[in-house]
């Protein structure tokens, strides 16, 4: 569970009452003893997990007695009947297993997820494989007798979930390690811990058989504890995706073919549809070894029946899906004037109308599974968000600002529904594939005109989104500075950026508050104002001759002072202005300056933007009577700064426009206006290799936002925010992409945003 990433796991030990009460019969003191000891470790194992700030569970359950094998064997020989004892049934037990997961009927959410059962072959472990099958779960049953649950399996065919079975002695190490080998090797990740294997000998403490004491212990006790370790490390091993299962469409070459190597490298479960299947099992051949595993289907995106059959296997064989990346998609060259039909309709019915059915055939599997923290990416172009120059490209161009609909059309349908999935929308410029070399070939390029990205790097931007960590190592022992970094989103900045191993200079006017220690990079702290001139250049000055150079600029610090155009403040208007701007553009110039003279020419300089309230003034209504200053009333709607204008409300004609001025400032702050949520391009410049990013976020928990909050009334939940460390997260994505990609501008916004 450690190394999969999997922090909502569960760790259940079938106990007993002999784990709560003295001994009461003769010969039972070891026994008795043994389920004292899982009583004591479940509460350990609990208070370990808390140290750890793991959320995996970990329950007991204790029945009294059970009518099973176990029960019978041991009141063989004595006066006692067995059938004469009150007992509980298996199934009672099994029961409470799906009761601790979630009670019926919630605990769908784990339906395609693994379990694994030890003592799976009869009794108690077979009603509890049962009934976790039923409920759709992939469980692994290990037994001695691994032929029992292979009639179990076969009994249970048909059910939602599936059942694997696994020979092996739960008291020897070395058949544990095994078992969890095959799990990490045939199924990615482990869930669910069903620690239900145990024996019971009758012995006396005078009897001199220590060989069955010490079974009793190293089956109840220790085989256990070995069991429950492997659990947590395989739950904990790698991101929150291992183990998931993801499809990705148009999966045989360039950009697909990257984007499923890097998901099955990450742990993965990746199930590649493409009409050429063949080079997908080829893929999945090179692939072996990796962490996550890859499947090959063969399907055409463009008829329905191929892609409703796709699902219909996943959902047959894998039980569900987590992820879609609706990466298929073909380009013609073709004139309004004179092109041909059969170009165009092959066109959308590919790169909209199958994305649209893998979409929804996509949730309607999530929903069903309650999947609930799904992820649906489109691969969608820069020609999606403008029309790019190059002839016979507006078909194209059409289908994907139709992609760029449909993803906020999306966005906006989970919302309504209160779902936690996301959808993100990739937009990559000119991508060295297949399909650009095959229209590109159409038309005379002059030599370097036509910079192009790699298939590698959609494919490391869609694990950004997915949030595996980026890698940043190439900038360790780099210099930053940071603006406005004493707290909200510089601090976080600052703290990742060092955590990373960067050297940071933090600056801002309360120096005081830039401080970190004990990480690998270092942070220094310089007072100064980004209002003033001379505090930016004294902050260059000290770093050329402390430093020697610099090679990152973040421009983090700005202020928002609520203000309209009729009667707002001279002094808020030019604060605004002379940080959000003017500093902003100082600090640019030099940055710039000091890398062109100490020869940096990888640097990077990013800029963080700024949401936009559209907060409306009716005059009838929110003026304060005797006052000429309105006050401001929150509507139902939020843009991203900059990209969309504040609009007046068509039902009121009187509403005027606030944030004006903090809208104009930080559209001139801006040189990007793409509303991509991940834009991608490759550097065009020939003489330098400096970037300039634009990274714009939703609203943010800082306490900026709080200042403006605490003027405007704000329904509850209504107004959902980001976490700083969120932004901060997208600064090293940035940084950690290679020297030959330009992220024009990555939009970020919180989950249930409804506008």
């Not at 191929?306 to 073709?334: E, M, P, Q, T, Y």
């Not at 999935?421 to 070939?441: E, L, N, Q, Y």
Request: proline content about 5%.
């Amino acid at each position: 569970m450690k190394e999969k990433g999997v922090d909502d796991g569960h760790i259940i030990h079938i106990n007993s009452i002999d784990g709560h009460m003295p001994v009461i019969f003769p010969g039972l003191a070891h026994y008795f003893a043994s389920k004292h000891a899982v009583t004591v470790l479940t509460e350990g194992l609990r208070r370990e997990l808390v140290q750890l700030g793991s959320k995996i569970k970990v329950t007991s359950i204790s029945p009294g007695v059970v009518d099973t094998d176990m029960l019978r064997s041991f009141t063989d020989g004595t006066q006692v009947s067995a059938d004469e004892l009150p007992a509980l049934k298996s199934e009672d037990i099994a029961n409470a297993v799906t009761y601790a997961l979630g009670t019926p009927p919630h605990v769908q959410r784990w339906s395609g997820r693994v379990a694994l059962v030890t003592g799976a072959s009869a009794g108690i472990g077979a009603a509890i494989v049962r009934e976790l099958v039923k409920n759709g779960l992939i469980v692994v049953g290990l037994a001695r007798r691994a032929e029992l649950i292979e009639e179990l399996s076969a009994e249970l065919k048909g059910a939602p979930g599936k059942l694997h079975a696994f020979k092996g002695d739960a008291s020897k190490e070395e058949d544990i390690l095994a078992a969890f080998d095959w799990i990490k090797k045939n199924l990615g990740r482990i869930d669910v811990l069903v620690n239900n294997a145990a024996i019971l000998h009758m012995l006396s403490l005078m009897d001199e058989n220590t060989s069955q004491w010490r079974q009793m212990f190293d089956l109840n006790v220790l085989g256990l504890s070995i069991c429950t370790r492997e659990a947590f490390k395989l739950m904990k091993e790698k991101g929150r995706w291992s183990g998931r299962v993801a499809l990705v469409t148009g999966a045989s070459v360039g950009i697909g073919a990257a984007i499923v190597r890097e998901l099955v490298k990450n742990g993965l479960i990746v199930v590649g549809l493409a009409r050429r299947a063949e080079l997908v099992e080829e893929l999945s051949a090179e692939l072996k070894g990796a962490p996550g595993k890859l499947h090959a289907l063969k399907g055409d995106l463009t008829k329905e029946e191929d892609i409703l059959a796709a699902f219909d296997w996943i959902k047959k064989n894998l039980g569900r899906i987590d992820v879609l990346v609706n990466n298929a998609g073909v380009l013609h060259l073709s004139m309004l004037t004179g092109g041909e039909t059969s170009q165009w309709k092959q066109i959308f019915d590919l790169n909209v109308i199958g994305l649209s059915i893998s979409t929804r055939e996509a949730f309607k599997l999530m929903k069903e599974k309650g999947v609930d923290d799904g992820h649906i990416i489109h691969i969608n172009s820069v020609a999606g968000h403008s029309l790019v120059n190059f002839p016979g490209i507006v078909p194209y161009s059409a289908s994907k600002h139709a992609v760029t609909v449909l993803t906020e059309g999306l966005r906006r349908e989970l919302v309504q529904l209160g779902s936690k999935i996301r959808v993100t929308s990739i937009s990559p410029g000119g991508v060295d594939t297949d399909m650009v070399k095959s229209v590109t070939g159409q038309s005379p390029i002059p030599e370097g005109e036509f910079p192009l990205l790699q298939a590698e790097d959609i494919a490391n931007a869609v694990t950004y989104v997915l949030g595996t960590p980026p890698h940043v190592q190439r900038w360790s022992g780099r210099v930053a500075l940071v603006t406005g970094a004493s707290a909200g989103i510089g601090a976080a900045i600052v703290r990742e950026l060092v955590k990373n191993g960067l050297i940071v200079v933090g600056l801002a006017r309360r120096a005081e508050l830039v401080e970190l220690k004990g990480a690998p990079g270092k942070l220094h702290a310089l007072k100064g104002d980004l209002t003033k001139e001379e505090d930016i250049l004294a902050a260059f000055d000290w770093i050329k001759k402390n430093l020697g150079r610099i090679d990152v600029l973040v421009n983090n610090a700005a202020v928002l002072h609520i203000s309209t155009l009729t009667g707002g403040e001279t002094s808020h208007w030019k604060q605004m202005f002379d940080l959000n701007v003017i500093g902003l553009s100082i600090c640019t110039r030099e940055v710039f300056k000091l890398m062109k003279e100490k020869g940096v020419d990888d640097g990077h300089i990013i800029h963080i933007n700024r949401f936009c309230l559209t907060i409306n003034i009716d005059k009838k209504t929110l003026c304060k009577r005797n006052s000429d200053t309105p006050t401001p009333n929150l509507r139902k709607r939020k843009n991203i700064l900059n990209h969309l204008p504040p609009s007046p409300s068509p039902q009121h004609p009187n509403i005027l426009p606030t944030f004006i001025i903090l809208l104009f400032s930080t559209f001139v702050s801006n040189p990007y206006r793409s509303i991509a949520p991940v834009h991608l391009a490759s550097s065009l410049s020939k003489s330098s290799s400096d970037s300039s990013q634009s990274i714009s976020p939703g609203a943010v928990d800082t306490d900026m936002i709080k200042g403006i909050t605490g003027h405007v009334p704000i329904p509850e939940g209504e107004f959902p925010l980001l976490r700083a460390e969120d932004i901060a997260n997208a600064v090293t994505y940035v940084l950690g992409t290679p020297p030959h990609v330009q992220i024009h501008e990555i939009t970020i916004k919180p989950i249930g945003e409804k506008y």
